[in-house]
């Protein structure tokens, strides 16, 4: 029912993208046929990500079919990786909200389907292919940053979001002390922005000498703007953070938030497909973790990611 599903949905799409007919004719005109599973469309840039795998995809001569609706919860996610391997697929893009679906990956590998999964932070799983923000590359364009804005001496507050961003602390604050900067590191007790928030606020009121406030994921960033508001800090306390929602963005042009380490979302799609050809044209025998690109957004350029598409990453 699902496998149906899919060869309804491709249709449709390359019916109006003017990529596939449904004609034998056109169909012959691809190298591969490529299936990018997506949880929520409305989540971390998806339609960038989207624009980048049919551009790669256009460019290797292949097509890409995507999975887009019906996840009501983790078994449909693997239902949808077990659809695209049974309709042979050429290789699989996921980009899920973190399900499990270990034995469906396994599934595929075993079926000589090469996989690629999108996350947030690579996971450490060296028989996995991920696409992800390295935490060293995360650390050394925000220490970069402040470096060359911030070359006074200052004291910075590192605010980490929790167990997954643990690398990010851990680099950033090697990267810092190697560059001989003072700073004191925190934790957020929970996982939405009000946690951060109060977390925030207790760094800064604990160390009034702090100019600077350095986030490691989008939440943190929210809720360190919301509160350097609060105590009406904005002028005195600079964040630099991390995602690039509307939220940040705005607080961004407002001056609250000075910079925001941001992923090219469009590059990953890229990526995603240059990986599926690489791991086909090796016989599946490789898979590899893939650096995301990143970039700053900041006052000079942030009118450029205004709208409704650039979500949280």
């Known amino acids: 029912m699902l496998a149906a599903a899919i060869i309804a949905i491709s249709m449709v799409l390359f019916s109006s993208s003017g990529l596939f007919d449904g004609s034998k004719e056109n ?3 691809y190298t591969a046929r490529f299936i990018a599973v997506c949880t929520d469309t409305t989540s971390d840039g998806w339609s960038e ?3 980048g795998l049919l551009a790669e995809a256009e460019s290797q001569y292949a097509a890409v079919e995507y999975i887009e609706e019906g996840f009501e919860n983790s078994r449909a996610v693997a239902s949808a990786i077990e659809a695209a391997v ?3 697929a050429d290789g699989i893009v996921v980009y899920s909200d973190g399900s499990d679906i270990d034995a469906e990956i396994e599934y595929a590998k ?3 389907v090469p996989i690629a999964t999108i996350v947030n932070t690579y996971s450490g799983d060296e028989d996995l292919t991920e696409i992800s923000v390295e935490a060293e590359q995360f650390a050394l364009l925000m220490t970069e940053y ?3 804005h911030y070359p006074s001496p200052v004291k910075i507050g590192i605010v980490s979001g929790g167990s997954t961003d643990n690398e990010r602390l851990e680099f950033l604050s090697a990267m810092l002390s190697d560059a001989g900067m003072t700073f004191k590191t925190a934790v957020a007790t929970g996982a939405y ?4 928030g109060e977390t925030v606020k207790r760094l800064i009121s604990n160390d009034p000498d702090i100019s600077i406030i350095c986030c490691t994921d989008a939440n943190v ?3 360190a703007a919301q509160s350097v508001v609060e105590l009406n800090k904005v002028n005195s306390v600079k964040i630099i953070g991390s995602g690039r929602s509307e939220e940040i963005i705005s607080f961004i042009n407002k001056g609250v938030i000075v910079g925001t380490v941001a992923v090219d979302y469009e590059s990953i799609g890229r990526r995603s497909i240059n990986e599926l050809v690489r791991q086909r044209n090796a016989f599946y025998s490789e ?3 893939i650096s995301a690109d990143i970039f700053i957004i900041d006052s000079q350029n942030a009118d450029a990611f205004t709208g409704p598409e650039e979500d949280d990453e």
């Open 221 to 223: 960033t929210l809720g």
């Open 287 to 289: 898979v590899k973790n």
């Open 146 to 148: 402040i470096k060359e």
């Open 110 to 112: 075993n079926m000589k």
């Open 49 to 51: 990500i989207k624009r």
């Open 27 to 29: 169909e012959n005109k």
């Open 193 to 196: 922005s009000f946690d951060a």
């Open 86 to 88: 049974d309709a042979r």
